[in-house]
Protein backbone atom coordinates (compact mmCIF):
# COMPACT_ATOMS: atom_id res chain seq x y z
CA UNK A 1 0.00 0.00 0.00
CA UNK A 2 1.14 3.36 -0.94
CA UNK A 3 0.38 6.50 1.26
CA UNK A 4 -1.51 8.02 -1.57
CA UNK A 5 -4.95 7.33 -1.50
CA UNK A 6 -6.69 5.86 -5.05
CA UNK A 7 -10.40 7.32 -4.41
CA UNK A 8 -11.33 10.34 -2.60
CA UNK A 9 -14.57 10.48 -2.02
CA UNK A 10 -16.21 13.90 -0.67
CA UNK A 11 -19.83 14.76 0.18
CA UNK A 12 -21.55 13.12 -2.31
CA UNK A 13 -24.74 13.38 -2.54
CA UNK A 14 -27.53 11.51 -4.65
CA UNK A 15 -31.34 12.41 -4.50
CA UNK A 16 -33.78 11.17 -6.07
CA UNK A 17 -36.84 14.03 -6.53
CA UNK A 18 -37.09 15.11 -2.55
CA UNK A 19 -36.48 11.53 -1.67
CA UNK A 20 -32.21 10.72 -0.61
CA UNK A 21 -30.79 8.29 -2.02
CA UNK A 22 -27.77 8.77 -0.28
CA UNK A 23 -26.76 11.67 1.82
CA UNK A 24 -22.51 13.62 2.45
CA UNK A 25 -20.87 10.39 2.63
CA UNK A 26 -17.23 10.88 2.28
CA UNK A 27 -13.81 8.78 2.51
CA UNK A 28 -10.59 7.28 1.27
CA UNK A 29 -9.79 4.15 -0.47
CA UNK A 30 -6.49 3.02 -0.67
CA UNK A 31 -4.63 0.73 -3.19
CA UNK A 32 -4.89 -2.80 -2.47
CA UNK A 33 -7.75 -1.85 0.57
CA UNK A 34 -11.26 -3.53 0.58
CA UNK A 35 -14.08 -1.78 1.54
CA UNK A 36 -17.76 -3.25 2.41
CA UNK A 37 -20.62 -1.22 2.38
CA UNK A 38 -23.32 -3.31 4.60
CA UNK A 39 -26.89 -1.93 5.54
CA UNK A 40 -30.63 -3.31 4.71
CA UNK A 41 -32.75 -2.31 1.59
CA UNK A 42 -32.88 0.54 0.74
CA UNK A 43 -30.56 2.31 2.55
CA UNK A 44 -28.64 3.45 -0.37
CA UNK A 45 -25.91 1.21 -0.80
CA UNK A 46 -26.10 0.37 -4.20
CA UNK A 47 -27.09 4.05 -5.04
CA UNK A 48 -23.75 4.80 -3.69
CA UNK A 49 -21.77 2.61 -5.38
CA UNK A 50 -23.51 3.51 -8.45
CA UNK A 51 -22.56 7.11 -8.12
CA UNK A 52 -18.72 5.66 -7.41
CA UNK A 53 -18.55 3.92 -10.48
CA UNK A 54 -20.22 6.67 -12.38
CA UNK A 55 -23.13 4.74 -13.57
CA UNK A 56 -25.61 7.53 -11.77
CA UNK A 57 -24.51 11.25 -11.32
CA UNK A 58 -24.29 12.77 -8.26
CA UNK A 59 -26.32 15.35 -7.31
CA UNK A 60 -23.31 16.93 -5.11
CA UNK A 61 -20.09 16.10 -4.26
CA UNK A 62 -16.90 15.15 -5.92
CA UNK A 63 -15.05 11.82 -6.47
CA UNK A 64 -11.76 12.02 -7.52
CA UNK A 65 -9.62 8.96 -8.62
CA UNK A 66 -5.45 8.39 -9.11
CA UNK A 67 -5.04 7.49 -12.60
CA UNK A 68 -2.08 5.29 -13.15
CA UNK A 69 -0.01 8.00 -14.12
CA UNK A 70 -0.48 9.14 -10.42
CA UNK A 71 -2.79 12.44 -11.22
CA UNK A 72 -5.86 12.89 -9.42
CA UNK A 73 -8.68 13.42 -11.71
CA UNK A 74 -12.20 14.59 -11.19
CA UNK A 75 -14.35 11.62 -12.38
CA UNK A 76 -17.55 14.18 -13.09
CA UNK A 77 -15.13 16.41 -14.95
CA UNK A 78 -13.72 13.84 -16.83
CA UNK A 79 -15.21 13.59 -21.01
CA UNK A 80 -17.24 10.59 -21.62
CA UNK A 81 -15.07 8.46 -24.04
CA UNK A 82 -12.31 8.43 -21.48
CA UNK A 83 -14.52 7.72 -18.49
CA UNK A 84 -16.29 4.33 -20.03
CA UNK A 85 -12.33 3.51 -21.45
CA UNK A 86 -11.54 3.49 -17.47
CA UNK A 87 -14.63 1.57 -17.08
CA UNK A 88 -13.44 -1.22 -18.62
CA UNK A 89 -9.82 -1.34 -18.39
CA UNK A 90 -8.68 0.21 -15.17
CA UNK A 91 -12.21 -1.14 -13.12
CA UNK A 92 -14.63 -4.26 -12.99
CA UNK A 93 -17.99 -3.77 -11.94
CA UNK A 94 -19.74 -7.10 -10.92
CA UNK A 95 -23.41 -7.19 -11.13
CA UNK A 96 -25.72 -9.10 -8.63
CA UNK A 97 -27.53 -10.71 -11.44
CA UNK A 98 -24.83 -12.02 -13.99
CA UNK A 99 -26.82 -11.83 -16.69
CA UNK A 100 -26.48 -7.80 -16.44
CA UNK A 101 -22.51 -7.93 -16.60
CA UNK A 102 -22.30 -10.92 -19.05
CA UNK A 103 -23.09 -11.43 -22.52
CA UNK A 104 -25.42 -13.90 -22.49
CA UNK A 105 -25.12 -15.29 -25.88
CA UNK A 106 -22.09 -15.25 -26.84
CA UNK A 107 -19.04 -18.13 -25.56
CA UNK A 108 -17.26 -17.54 -22.18
CA UNK A 109 -13.99 -17.14 -24.18
CA UNK A 110 -15.53 -14.22 -26.12
CA UNK A 111 -17.22 -12.80 -22.71
CA UNK A 112 -13.27 -12.63 -21.17
CA UNK A 113 -11.69 -11.43 -24.26
CA UNK A 114 -14.14 -9.05 -25.12
CA UNK A 115 -12.32 -6.43 -22.91
CA UNK A 116 -9.01 -7.40 -25.06
CA UNK A 117 -10.83 -6.84 -28.34
CA UNK A 118 -11.71 -3.41 -27.01
CA UNK A 119 -8.26 -2.21 -25.83
CA UNK A 120 -7.26 -3.56 -30.01
CA UNK A 121 -5.88 -6.61 -29.36
CA UNK A 122 -6.28 -8.23 -32.52
CA UNK A 123 -4.67 -12.09 -32.17
CA UNK A 124 -7.11 -14.77 -32.38
CA UNK A 125 -4.54 -17.02 -30.16
CA UNK A 126 -3.29 -14.45 -27.73
CA UNK A 127 -6.82 -14.26 -26.58
CA UNK A 128 -7.87 -17.30 -26.39
CA UNK A 129 -5.12 -18.43 -24.26
CA UNK A 130 -5.55 -15.05 -21.79
CA UNK A 131 -9.40 -16.37 -22.01
CA UNK A 132 -8.32 -19.43 -21.06
CA UNK A 133 -6.02 -18.79 -18.40
CA UNK A 134 -8.31 -16.53 -16.67
CA UNK A 135 -11.04 -19.34 -17.04
CA UNK A 136 -8.60 -21.81 -14.90
CA UNK A 137 -8.04 -19.01 -12.03
CA UNK A 138 -11.66 -18.87 -11.83
CA UNK A 139 -11.91 -22.41 -11.98
CA UNK A 140 -13.97 -23.27 -14.88
CA UNK A 141 -13.21 -26.31 -16.93
CA UNK A 142 -11.27 -25.47 -20.37
CA UNK A 143 -13.54 -27.53 -22.08
CA UNK A 144 -16.58 -24.87 -21.39
CA UNK A 145 -14.65 -22.02 -23.21
CA UNK A 146 -16.59 -22.24 -26.21
CA UNK A 147 -19.86 -22.22 -24.22
CA UNK A 148 -22.09 -19.68 -23.95
CA UNK A 149 -22.91 -18.38 -20.13
CA UNK A 150 -26.26 -19.81 -20.44
CA UNK A 151 -25.49 -23.13 -19.86
CA UNK A 152 -23.72 -22.45 -16.59
CA UNK A 153 -24.86 -22.57 -13.08
CA UNK A 154 -25.67 -19.29 -11.17
CA UNK A 155 -21.85 -19.92 -9.56
CA UNK A 156 -19.90 -20.34 -12.69
CA UNK A 157 -22.16 -17.41 -14.19
CA UNK A 158 -20.28 -15.25 -11.35
CA UNK A 159 -17.21 -16.59 -11.66
CA UNK A 160 -17.14 -15.64 -15.56
CA UNK A 161 -17.83 -12.56 -14.97
CA UNK A 162 -15.53 -11.75 -12.57
CA UNK A 163 -12.89 -13.29 -15.20
CA UNK A 164 -14.51 -11.06 -17.46
CA UNK A 165 -13.57 -7.56 -15.12
CA UNK A 166 -10.20 -9.14 -14.01
CA UNK A 167 -8.60 -9.75 -17.64
CA UNK A 168 -7.39 -6.38 -18.15
CA UNK A 169 -5.86 -6.46 -14.56
CA UNK A 170 -8.11 -3.00 -13.16
CA UNK A 171 -6.94 -1.67 -10.31
CA UNK A 172 -10.09 -1.14 -8.86
CA UNK A 173 -13.19 -3.27 -8.40
CA UNK A 174 -16.62 -2.76 -7.98
CA UNK A 175 -18.97 -5.55 -6.62
CA UNK A 176 -22.80 -5.62 -6.12
CA UNK A 177 -23.56 -8.00 -3.87
CA UNK A 178 -21.28 -10.45 -5.35
CA UNK A 179 -22.50 -13.76 -3.63
CA UNK A 180 -26.77 -12.53 -3.66
CA UNK A 181 -28.40 -15.73 -4.77
CA UNK A 182 -26.00 -18.49 -4.69
CA UNK A 183 -26.26 -20.88 -2.09
CA UNK A 184 -24.32 -21.42 0.93
CA UNK A 185 -21.62 -23.76 -0.50
CA UNK A 186 -21.11 -21.65 -3.78
CA UNK A 187 -21.05 -18.59 -1.78
CA UNK A 188 -17.91 -19.56 0.50
CA UNK A 189 -15.91 -21.30 -3.14
CA UNK A 190 -16.65 -17.30 -4.44
CA UNK A 191 -15.49 -16.25 -1.48
CA UNK A 192 -12.63 -18.12 -0.77
CA UNK A 193 -11.47 -17.28 -4.73
CA UNK A 194 -12.46 -13.62 -4.99
CA UNK A 195 -10.51 -13.10 -1.40
CA UNK A 196 -7.48 -15.02 -2.93
CA UNK A 197 -7.72 -12.92 -6.04
CA UNK A 198 -7.59 -9.50 -4.57
CA UNK A 199 -4.58 -10.63 -2.77
CA UNK A 200 -2.66 -12.02 -5.41
CA UNK A 201 -3.59 -9.09 -7.84
CA UNK A 202 -3.55 -6.05 -5.02
CA UNK A 203 -6.72 -4.91 -6.12
CA UNK A 204 -9.14 -2.61 -4.47
CA UNK A 205 -12.32 -3.20 -4.06
CA UNK A 206 -15.84 -1.47 -2.79
CA UNK A 207 -18.12 -4.39 -1.68
CA UNK A 208 -21.98 -3.78 -1.20
CA UNK A 209 -23.44 -6.45 0.68
CA UNK A 210 -26.22 -7.06 3.16
CA UNK A 211 -24.52 -9.96 4.47
CA UNK A 212 -21.96 -9.65 6.97
CA UNK A 213 -20.06 -12.59 6.48
CA UNK A 214 -19.03 -11.32 2.98
CA UNK A 215 -17.59 -8.33 5.02
CA UNK A 216 -16.29 -10.36 7.43
CA UNK A 217 -14.35 -12.45 4.81
CA UNK A 218 -13.25 -10.22 2.41
CA UNK A 219 -12.95 -6.71 3.55
CA UNK A 220 -10.57 -4.43 5.20
CA UNK A 221 -12.52 -2.24 6.45
CA UNK A 222 -16.68 -1.36 6.26
CA UNK A 223 -18.95 1.93 6.25
CA UNK A 224 -22.87 0.97 7.68
CA UNK A 225 -25.37 2.86 5.41
CA UNK A 226 -29.00 3.68 7.25
CA UNK A 227 -31.52 5.63 5.09
CA UNK A 228 -29.24 6.65 2.91
CA UNK A 229 -26.65 8.00 5.79
CA UNK A 230 -22.83 6.92 7.07
CA UNK A 231 -24.04 5.86 10.52
CA UNK A 232 -20.63 4.16 11.27
CA UNK A 233 -17.40 3.23 9.71
CA UNK A 234 -14.20 1.50 10.84
CA UNK A 235 -12.40 -1.44 10.90
CA UNK A 236 -14.39 -4.58 9.62
CA UNK A 237 -13.04 -6.81 12.86
CA UNK A 238 -14.01 -3.86 14.91
CA UNK A 239 -17.06 -2.91 13.68
CA UNK A 240 -18.18 -6.40 13.76
CA UNK A 241 -16.79 -6.94 17.51
CA UNK A 242 -17.88 -4.00 19.18
CA UNK A 243 -20.54 -1.68 17.13
CA UNK A 244 -21.37 1.60 19.04
CA UNK A 245 -24.30 2.67 16.85
CA UNK A 246 -27.32 0.77 17.83
CA UNK A 247 -28.79 0.36 14.52
CA UNK A 248 -24.92 -1.59 13.83
CA UNK A 249 -25.73 -3.54 17.24
CA UNK A 250 -29.01 -4.67 16.18
CA UNK A 251 -27.42 -5.34 12.74
CA UNK A 252 -25.19 -7.54 13.73
CA UNK A 253 -27.05 -9.36 16.55
CA UNK A 254 -29.36 -10.31 13.87
CA UNK A 255 -27.63 -12.50 12.25
CA UNK A 256 -28.76 -15.96 12.68
CA UNK A 257 -26.35 -18.65 14.23
CA UNK A 258 -26.60 -22.12 13.73
CA UNK B 1 -40.66 19.66 -62.10
CA UNK B 2 -40.56 17.51 -65.03
CA UNK B 3 -43.71 15.70 -65.53
CA UNK B 4 -44.26 13.04 -68.19
CA UNK B 5 -45.75 14.95 -71.26
CA UNK B 6 -48.95 14.60 -72.37
CA UNK B 7 -51.01 12.95 -69.77
CA UNK B 8 -53.49 14.79 -67.33
CA UNK B 9 -53.13 13.10 -64.14
CA UNK B 10 -49.26 11.20 -63.83
CA UNK B 11 -46.73 11.05 -61.12
CA UNK B 12 -44.05 13.86 -60.08
CA UNK B 13 -40.90 12.81 -61.52
CA UNK B 14 -39.10 9.65 -60.18
CA UNK B 15 -42.04 9.26 -57.59
CA UNK B 16 -40.99 11.53 -54.73
CA UNK B 17 -42.47 14.83 -54.41
CA UNK B 18 -39.57 17.98 -54.59
CA UNK B 19 -39.32 18.33 -50.85
CA UNK B 20 -38.59 14.30 -50.02
CA UNK B 21 -36.05 14.46 -52.76
CA UNK B 22 -34.54 17.51 -51.19
CA UNK B 23 -34.46 16.17 -47.68
CA UNK B 24 -33.11 12.81 -48.73
CA UNK B 25 -30.11 14.87 -51.04
CA UNK B 26 -28.91 16.38 -47.59
CA UNK B 27 -28.69 13.29 -46.15
CA UNK B 28 -26.85 12.00 -48.72
CA UNK B 29 -24.47 15.05 -48.76
CA UNK B 30 -24.13 14.51 -45.32
CA UNK B 31 -23.96 11.13 -45.56
CA UNK B 32 -21.02 11.42 -48.62
CA UNK B 33 -19.17 14.23 -45.51
CA UNK B 34 -18.52 11.47 -43.15
CA UNK B 35 -17.76 8.29 -44.83
CA UNK B 36 -19.61 5.46 -42.78
CA UNK B 37 -21.64 7.15 -40.81
CA UNK B 38 -25.61 6.52 -40.82
CA UNK B 39 -27.59 9.49 -41.27
CA UNK B 40 -30.92 9.17 -39.98
CA UNK B 41 -33.11 10.61 -42.49
CA UNK B 42 -37.30 10.91 -42.64
CA UNK B 43 -37.69 7.57 -44.73
CA UNK B 44 -41.32 7.49 -46.60
CA UNK B 45 -43.52 4.62 -47.68
CA UNK B 46 -43.04 3.57 -50.83
CA UNK B 47 -44.97 1.33 -53.11
CA UNK B 48 -43.35 -1.66 -52.26
CA UNK B 49 -43.05 -3.87 -48.44
CA UNK B 50 -39.92 -3.03 -46.60
CA UNK B 51 -37.30 -5.31 -47.33
CA UNK B 52 -38.17 -4.95 -51.20
CA UNK B 53 -35.58 -2.13 -51.09
CA UNK B 54 -37.38 0.92 -50.18
CA UNK B 55 -34.45 2.62 -48.82
CA UNK B 56 -32.46 1.73 -51.96
CA UNK B 57 -35.37 3.24 -53.95
CA UNK B 58 -35.65 6.39 -52.29
CA UNK B 59 -31.82 7.08 -52.36
CA UNK B 60 -32.31 6.45 -56.64
CA UNK B 61 -35.20 8.26 -57.00
CA UNK B 62 -33.78 11.45 -55.42
CA UNK B 63 -30.33 11.30 -57.48
CA UNK B 64 -32.14 10.17 -60.47
CA UNK B 65 -32.05 12.69 -63.67
CA UNK B 66 -33.63 12.40 -66.83
CA UNK B 67 -30.18 11.89 -68.16
CA UNK B 68 -29.34 8.96 -66.52
CA UNK B 69 -29.17 5.30 -67.20
CA UNK B 70 -30.61 2.78 -64.47
CA UNK B 71 -29.51 -0.46 -64.24
CA UNK B 72 -31.14 -2.75 -61.42
CA UNK B 73 -29.81 -6.22 -60.21
CA UNK B 74 -31.20 -8.57 -57.21
CA UNK B 75 -28.54 -11.21 -56.22
CA UNK B 76 -26.13 -10.45 -59.81
CA UNK B 77 -28.86 -10.86 -61.94
CA UNK B 78 -31.14 -8.67 -64.24
CA UNK B 79 -33.92 -10.64 -64.56
CA UNK B 80 -34.46 -11.33 -61.19
CA UNK B 81 -38.56 -10.35 -59.55
CA UNK B 82 -36.95 -7.68 -57.50
CA UNK B 83 -34.80 -6.30 -60.44
CA UNK B 84 -37.25 -6.49 -62.91
CA UNK B 85 -40.76 -4.31 -60.34
CA UNK B 86 -38.17 -1.97 -59.75
CA UNK B 87 -36.62 -1.11 -63.33
CA UNK B 88 -40.39 -1.06 -64.33
CA UNK B 89 -40.78 1.37 -61.48
CA UNK B 90 -38.60 3.89 -62.16
CA UNK B 91 -39.72 3.54 -66.38
CA UNK B 92 -42.84 4.45 -65.31
CA UNK B 93 -42.30 7.13 -62.71
CA UNK B 94 -39.51 9.13 -64.38
CA UNK B 95 -39.19 7.68 -68.05
CA UNK B 96 -35.27 7.09 -67.89
CA UNK B 97 -33.21 4.82 -70.18
CA UNK B 98 -32.68 1.97 -68.42
CA UNK B 99 -30.10 -0.81 -69.36
CA UNK B 100 -28.62 -4.34 -67.95
CA UNK B 101 -25.20 -3.56 -69.18
CA UNK B 102 -22.88 -2.24 -65.86
CA UNK B 103 -20.79 -0.23 -68.18
CA UNK B 104 -23.44 1.78 -70.05
CA UNK B 105 -25.27 2.82 -66.67
CA UNK B 106 -24.58 5.70 -64.53
CA UNK B 107 -26.91 4.47 -61.51
CA UNK B 108 -26.96 0.86 -60.22
CA UNK B 109 -29.06 -0.21 -57.90
CA UNK B 110 -28.31 -3.28 -56.33
CA UNK B 111 -28.89 -5.79 -53.75
CA UNK B 112 -26.54 -8.32 -52.50
CA UNK B 113 -24.01 -8.25 -55.04
CA UNK B 114 -21.34 -5.54 -56.38
CA UNK B 115 -21.11 -5.91 -60.29
CA UNK B 116 -17.96 -7.86 -61.74
CA UNK B 117 -16.95 -4.94 -64.12
CA UNK B 118 -14.99 -2.46 -62.21
CA UNK B 119 -17.01 0.29 -62.04
CA UNK B 120 -15.85 3.89 -63.92
CA UNK B 121 -16.02 7.49 -62.15
CA UNK B 122 -19.21 9.04 -62.55
CA UNK B 123 -20.70 5.80 -62.00
CA UNK B 124 -23.27 5.43 -58.57
CA UNK B 125 -24.03 2.32 -56.71
CA UNK B 126 -27.18 2.29 -54.99
CA UNK B 127 -27.22 -0.34 -51.95
CA UNK B 128 -30.42 -1.61 -50.70
CA UNK B 129 -29.84 -2.22 -47.23
CA UNK B 130 -31.73 -4.18 -44.82
CA UNK B 131 -30.03 -3.90 -41.12
CA UNK B 132 -27.60 -0.65 -41.40
CA UNK B 133 -26.29 -1.49 -38.32
CA UNK B 134 -23.07 -4.08 -37.88
CA UNK B 135 -23.08 -4.25 -33.93
CA UNK B 136 -27.30 -4.95 -34.26
CA UNK B 137 -26.75 -8.77 -33.02
CA UNK B 138 -24.34 -8.16 -30.14
CA UNK B 139 -26.07 -5.20 -28.95
CA UNK B 140 -29.67 -4.53 -29.24
CA UNK B 141 -29.77 -1.37 -27.76
CA UNK B 142 -29.65 1.87 -30.63
CA UNK B 143 -28.71 4.27 -27.49
CA UNK B 144 -25.79 1.99 -27.11
CA UNK B 145 -24.46 1.52 -30.55
CA UNK B 146 -24.90 4.94 -31.32
CA UNK B 147 -22.75 5.69 -28.28
CA UNK B 148 -20.11 3.09 -29.66
CA UNK B 149 -19.88 4.76 -32.81
CA UNK B 150 -19.52 7.84 -31.69
CA UNK B 151 -16.60 6.71 -29.16
CA UNK B 152 -15.60 4.47 -31.53
CA UNK B 153 -16.12 1.39 -29.17
CA UNK B 154 -15.54 -1.22 -31.75
CA UNK B 155 -14.04 -4.05 -29.70
CA UNK B 156 -17.63 -5.86 -29.60
CA UNK B 157 -17.15 -6.61 -33.39
CA UNK B 158 -14.15 -8.82 -32.84
CA UNK B 159 -16.19 -10.67 -30.32
CA UNK B 160 -18.36 -11.48 -33.52
CA UNK B 161 -15.34 -12.79 -35.30
CA UNK B 162 -13.77 -14.37 -32.33
CA UNK B 163 -17.07 -16.20 -31.63
CA UNK B 164 -17.01 -17.18 -35.42
CA UNK B 165 -13.40 -18.86 -35.14
CA UNK B 166 -14.58 -20.90 -31.95
CA UNK B 167 -17.41 -21.77 -33.40
CA UNK B 168 -16.37 -22.41 -36.90
CA UNK B 169 -12.21 -22.58 -36.56
CA UNK B 170 -12.55 -20.19 -39.15
CA UNK B 171 -14.19 -16.60 -39.64
CA UNK B 172 -17.68 -17.88 -40.94
CA UNK B 173 -19.24 -14.84 -41.80
CA UNK B 174 -19.34 -14.58 -45.51
CA UNK B 175 -22.07 -12.22 -46.09
CA UNK B 176 -22.55 -8.37 -44.39
CA UNK B 177 -18.91 -8.77 -43.46
CA UNK B 178 -18.04 -5.40 -41.51
CA UNK B 179 -15.74 -3.20 -42.86
CA UNK B 180 -13.73 0.10 -41.14
CA UNK B 181 -14.27 2.75 -43.34
CA UNK B 182 -11.45 5.65 -43.33
CA UNK B 183 -10.36 4.52 -40.31
CA UNK B 184 -13.03 5.58 -38.26
CA UNK B 185 -16.66 4.28 -38.99
CA UNK B 186 -17.52 0.48 -38.35
CA UNK B 187 -20.11 -0.02 -41.42
CA UNK B 188 -21.75 -3.03 -41.92
CA UNK B 189 -21.53 -3.37 -46.51
CA UNK B 190 -25.11 -4.72 -46.54
CA UNK B 191 -25.62 -8.57 -47.09
CA UNK B 192 -23.37 -8.48 -50.30
CA UNK B 193 -20.74 -11.65 -49.84
CA UNK B 194 -17.48 -10.69 -48.49
CA UNK B 195 -16.25 -11.67 -52.19
CA UNK B 196 -17.05 -8.47 -52.71
CA UNK B 197 -15.98 -6.50 -50.21
CA UNK B 198 -12.00 -5.63 -51.76
CA UNK B 199 -14.13 -4.30 -54.35
CA UNK B 200 -15.50 -1.05 -52.34
CA UNK B 201 -11.62 -0.08 -51.55
CA UNK B 202 -10.88 2.69 -53.50
CA UNK B 203 -12.88 2.25 -55.95
CA UNK B 204 -13.53 5.12 -58.43
CA UNK B 205 -17.82 5.08 -58.10
CA UNK B 206 -19.84 6.49 -55.61
CA UNK B 207 -21.26 4.23 -53.17
CA UNK B 208 -24.29 4.91 -51.34
CA UNK B 209 -26.46 2.76 -49.01
CA UNK B 210 -30.28 3.59 -48.17
CA UNK B 211 -32.19 1.32 -45.55
CA UNK B 212 -35.95 2.48 -45.96
CA UNK B 213 -36.90 0.94 -42.75
CA UNK B 214 -34.37 1.23 -40.57
CA UNK B 215 -34.41 5.45 -41.83
CA UNK B 216 -30.61 5.51 -42.36
CA UNK B 217 -28.52 6.47 -45.28
CA UNK B 218 -24.89 5.85 -45.44
CA UNK B 219 -21.73 6.36 -48.07
CA UNK B 220 -18.52 5.68 -49.49
CA UNK B 221 -17.14 8.57 -51.77
CA UNK B 222 -15.00 7.48 -54.65
CA UNK B 223 -11.58 6.53 -53.29
CA UNK B 224 -12.68 5.78 -50.08
CA UNK B 225 -10.14 3.69 -47.87
CA UNK B 226 -12.69 0.38 -46.74
CA UNK B 227 -10.35 -2.19 -44.91
CA UNK B 228 -12.45 -5.69 -43.71
CA UNK B 229 -11.70 -6.64 -40.10
CA UNK B 230 -10.08 -9.82 -38.79
CA UNK B 231 -7.55 -11.01 -36.53
CA UNK B 232 -3.95 -10.87 -36.62
CA UNK B 233 -3.53 -14.58 -37.34
CA UNK B 234 -6.72 -15.39 -38.93
CA UNK B 235 -6.47 -12.53 -41.93
CA UNK B 236 -9.44 -11.70 -43.92
CA UNK B 237 -10.21 -13.65 -47.09
CA UNK B 238 -12.85 -14.27 -49.85
CA UNK B 239 -14.48 -16.79 -50.69
CA UNK B 240 -12.67 -19.11 -53.27
CA UNK B 241 -14.54 -21.55 -56.06
CA UNK B 242 -13.35 -24.46 -56.89
CA UNK B 243 -14.34 -24.60 -60.25
CA UNK B 244 -14.66 -21.47 -63.31
CA UNK B 245 -18.43 -20.24 -64.05
CA UNK B 246 -20.60 -23.39 -66.31
CA UNK B 247 -21.56 -21.52 -69.05
CA UNK B 248 -18.71 -18.85 -69.12
CA UNK B 249 -15.59 -20.26 -68.17
CA UNK B 250 -14.91 -17.18 -65.81
CA UNK B 251 -12.82 -17.84 -63.01
CA UNK B 252 -12.22 -15.41 -59.73
CA UNK B 253 -15.85 -14.17 -60.21
CA UNK B 254 -18.83 -14.89 -57.56
CA UNK B 255 -20.64 -18.18 -58.23
CA UNK B 256 -24.45 -19.18 -57.95
CA UNK B 257 -24.86 -22.26 -57.10
CA UNK B 258 -28.03 -24.25 -59.01
CA UNK B 259 -29.24 -27.50 -58.57
CA UNK B 260 -30.31 -29.51 -61.87
CA UNK B 261 -31.94 -32.50 -60.92
CA UNK B 262 -33.09 -34.46 -57.79
CA UNK B 263 -29.95 -36.65 -58.76
CA UNK B 264 -27.15 -34.23 -56.84
CA UNK B 265 -26.71 -32.70 -60.42
CA UNK B 266 -25.87 -28.98 -59.95
CA UNK B 267 -23.78 -26.04 -61.89
CA UNK B 268 -21.76 -23.23 -60.93
CA UNK B 269 -22.81 -20.36 -62.83
CA UNK B 270 -21.75 -16.35 -62.24
CA UNK B 271 -24.24 -14.78 -60.35
CA UNK B 272 -23.82 -11.54 -61.99
CA UNK B 273 -25.55 -12.38 -65.11
CA UNK B 274 -24.66 -9.28 -67.26
CA UNK B 275 -21.08 -10.30 -67.16
CA UNK B 276 -21.94 -13.71 -68.06
CA UNK B 277 -23.63 -12.74 -70.89
CA UNK B 278 -20.68 -10.13 -71.74
CA UNK B 279 -18.38 -13.01 -71.62
CA UNK B 280 -20.30 -15.14 -73.76
CA UNK B 281 -20.62 -12.73 -76.39
CA UNK B 282 -17.11 -12.81 -76.96
CA UNK B 283 -16.95 -16.20 -77.48
CA UNK B 284 -15.94 -17.28 -73.89
CA UNK B 285 -17.46 -20.81 -73.28
CA UNK B 286 -17.87 -22.87 -69.99
CA UNK B 287 -18.09 -26.42 -69.62
CA UNK B 288 -21.80 -27.44 -69.31
CA UNK B 289 -22.31 -24.42 -72.30
CA UNK B 290 -20.40 -26.87 -74.99
CA UNK B 291 -22.04 -29.53 -73.61
CA UNK B 292 -25.31 -27.93 -74.22
CA UNK B 293 -24.11 -26.12 -77.81
CA UNK B 294 -22.99 -30.04 -78.60
CA UNK B 295 -26.60 -31.07 -77.51
CA UNK B 296 -28.05 -29.21 -80.05
CA UNK B 297 -26.06 -29.67 -82.73
Redesign the interface.
Known sequence: MTDAPLLKVRDISKFYGARIGCRNVSFDLWPGEVLAIVGESGSGKTTLLNCLATRLMPTSGTIQYRMRDGQMRDLARMG??ER?FLMRTDWGFVHQNPADGL?M???A??NV???L???GD????N??ETAGDWLRRVEIGLDR??DQPRAFSGGMRQRLQIARNLVTAPRLVFMDEPTGGLDVSVQARLLDLVRGLVHDLGLSAIVVTHDLAVARLLSHRMMVMKDGHVIEQGLTDRVLDDPREAYTQLLVSSILQV | MNAVPSELATYNFAYLDEQTKRMIRRTILKAIAIPGYQVPFASREMPMPYGWGTGGVQVTAAILGPEDVLKVIDQGADDTTNAVSIRAFFQKVANVAVTTKTREATIIQTRHRIPEEKLTAGQTLVYQVPIPEPLRFLEPRETETRKMHALEEYGLMHVKLYEDIARNGHIATTYSYPVKVEGRYVMSPSPTPKFDNPKMHMSEALQLFGAGREKRIYALPPFTDVVSLDFEDHPFEVQKFERPCALCGAENVYLDEVVLDDRGGRMFVCSDTDHCEDRRDHGHCGTMLAYGKAAAE
Open positions: EARRTVSGAGERMAVRHYGIRID
